[in-house]
């Protein structure tokens, strides 16, 4: 059923309504003078049943949210062999998407349903909800705020408190906006991005908006193509230890990656 799905998606064009081509944001990528490569570190088993739509590390271990409707959960996962040592399914008929930690909650979002969900962080029990405008996609905070996107070229930063809205910035590279942000990662300073269907990784300067740096993972996509594998998404970041962690929807493997100068 699932195998099913992800090719129904597929076919459709997946979580995106896309308002440019690919072609578009290959092209807009092109333009960022910023080109990082890769270095694989470590290659750790992850869950090919695992849509992953949020990813980050707390307290030694990933923790992930999943997406599609029926299959959607916040999990904790043990690193090494890819276990998943906690689990809170979401209702059947919600699409999970991004996460993020916050004091002794987990926050996570949805798709198209308009909820997003704090969840408590030992127990994994459901401690409230609240409602907001427009698709949920991405989720990650800087300390101070949570950072969310929502498919658009906007990341708007909510008090974690209320969860509202009160800035957003256009991320744009040379003033053309950038659609379809996705997984979200703060990094030193940085917000790092998937870029829905592309095999890049953003670094978007969080006061301006402005891509400053392009991480290409294309090699790693290459490794994870197959009929029931999907795109590249997930970053998560172990500040402890200064590790970044990236891995794909129903990927096999996850990845431990050093960040080097493209050649
Ligand atoms: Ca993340």
Known sequence: MRVLIAFA????????????????????????????SYRVVNTYPHDPGAFTQGLFWLDGHLYETTGQ????NLRRVNLEDGRVLQQADMPANVFGEGS?????????????????YRWNRQ??????????????????????????SDGSETL???NPD?????RRVRVTVNGQPLPRLNELEYIKGEVWANVWNASEIVRIDPATGNVTGVIDL?????ENRGPNQDVLNGIAYDAERDRIFV?????????EIAITPAN
């Open 9 to 36: 998606l597929l076919a459709t064009g997946c979580q995106a309504a896309p308002s440019q081509p690919k072609s578009t944001t290959a092209a807009t990528l092109g333009q960022v003078a910023q080109r990082y």
């Open 69 to 72: 409707e029926g299959a959607s």
């Open 100 to 116: 993020t930690p916050w004091g002794d909650q987990i926050l996570s979002i949805t798709w198209q349903n308009g909820i997003g």
């Open 123 to 148: 127990t994994f029990q459901q401690v409230g909800t609240w409602r907001y405008e427009g698709e949920g996609w991405g989720l990650a905070n800087n300390g101070r705020e949570i950072i969310m």
């Open 156 to 158: 708007k930063f909510l």
């Open 162 to 166: 209320t969860l509202q809205e009160v």
């Open 218 to 222: 294309s090699g790693l996509v290459r």
């Open 247 to 255: 891995t794909g929807k129903y990927w096999p493997r996850l990845y």
